[in-house]
């Protein structure tokens, strides 16, 4: 891990804190992100010393804010990886996989790519100040799946199409209401709290929450595959003058003018 550059991992008493650190990108991810947290998971994973994993972001405004979209800009692609693959769905897979509860400690804005990390986690614990929302389809992307099927087994149909089709932001409290998340607290208390629901985690039996877990995943992982065939899709997708006007407003910072892709 001493060769991490975009998040960090360390471990207390159990509970292994994994964060993403790219505060000045309202910690984004790129390829070299996902790979490091791929690389944290797994290390959590088979640490006798854990028995509970937190997910955060650096700083007080973003948890993460999805997929870095002027890496986008900048390289057409979401920069290099170990493999030269965006292993996006080995993270999602990792998260659910590890047989260890994982709870996202969401410490400020939650959106996109970022707002399905947190969705994926076991439990959510939001600060009074994080803000919930998807935004692919303003920026020429989607994140279908599990970030659609298992977002409306969370909240439900109306809602999770709602949050899709409009690319609105919640607040906490709204997010607590629809059953997005578990527990919301003032900021200063969110290590805090999520310590304590580790430290309850961490008196129970690891093998019974691994089985209860993995039983739990069982009935949500045919989304997995429909995300398959999403990725594939969302790679041509993403080369198109459609998706290309998505990101070249966001680095503008102007409104999208979808208005004559229309009749495809
Ligand atoms: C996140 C926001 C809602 C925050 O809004 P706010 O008004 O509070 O702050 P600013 O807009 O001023 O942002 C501050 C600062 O951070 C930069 N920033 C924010 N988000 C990103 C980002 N995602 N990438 C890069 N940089 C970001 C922003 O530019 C500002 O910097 P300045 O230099 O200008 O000061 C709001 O910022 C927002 O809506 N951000 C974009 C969210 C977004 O579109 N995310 C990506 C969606 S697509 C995605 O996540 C995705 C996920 C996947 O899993 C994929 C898998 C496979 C292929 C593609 C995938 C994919 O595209």
Redesign the pocket.
């Known amino acids: 891990m001493s060769d991490f550059t975009d998040v960090t991992y360390e471990v207390e008493d159990g509970l292994a804190w994994i964060t993403i650190n790219r505060p000045?990108?309202?910690n984004?991810f790129r390829a070299r992100t996902v790979d490091e947290l791929v690389k944290s998971f797994k290390k959590a994973w088979g640490s006798s010393e854990v028995g509970a994993i937190a997910l955060t972001g650096a700083g007080e405004?973003?948890f993460c804010?999805?997929?870095?979209?002027?890496?986008?800009m900048e390289t057409g692609d979401?920069g290099p990886s170990d493999s030269g693959l965006?292993e996006?769905e080995a993270l999602h897979r990792v998260i659910r996989d590890v047989p260890k509860p994982v709870i996202a400690a969401v410490n400020g804005?939650a959106?996109?790519?970022?707002h399905?990390l947190h969705l994926l986690c076991d439990l959510s614990i939001a600060a009074d100040h994080a803000?919930f929302?998807q935004?692919?389809p303003?920026?020429g992307?989607f994140?279908a799946g599990l970030?659609t099927g298992y977002l409306a087994r969370a909240i439900g149909e109306k809602r999770a199409r709602e949050i899709w089709f409009l690319c609105r932001?919640y607040s906490a409290e709204q997010a607590l209401d629809w059953g997005l998340v578990n527990k919301v607290v003032p900021g200063d208390q969110l290590r805090a709290e999520v310590r304590a629901w580790a430290d309850e985690i961490l008196q129970l039996s690891p093998t019974a929450l691994k089985v209860l877990k993995q039983s739990l995943n069982a009935d949500t992982e045919h989304f997995i595959a429909q995300g398959n065939m999403a990725?594939s899709t969302?790679?041509l997708f993403?080369e198109s003058a459609e998706a290309i006007e998505g990101i070249s407003a966001?680095n503008e910072?102007r409104k999208p003018d979808f208005s004559k892709f229309r009749g495809a």
Not at 65 to 72: E, L
Not at 111 to 114: A, E, F, T
Request: proline residues 0%.
């Open positions: 000045d990108r309202y984004a405004k973003a804010s999805g997929g870095d979209q002027k890496q986008r979401y965006f996006v804005v959106v996109g790519g970022g399905v803000i929302g935004n692919g303003r920026v992307s994140d970030g932001r990725y969302l790679k993403g966001f910072k």
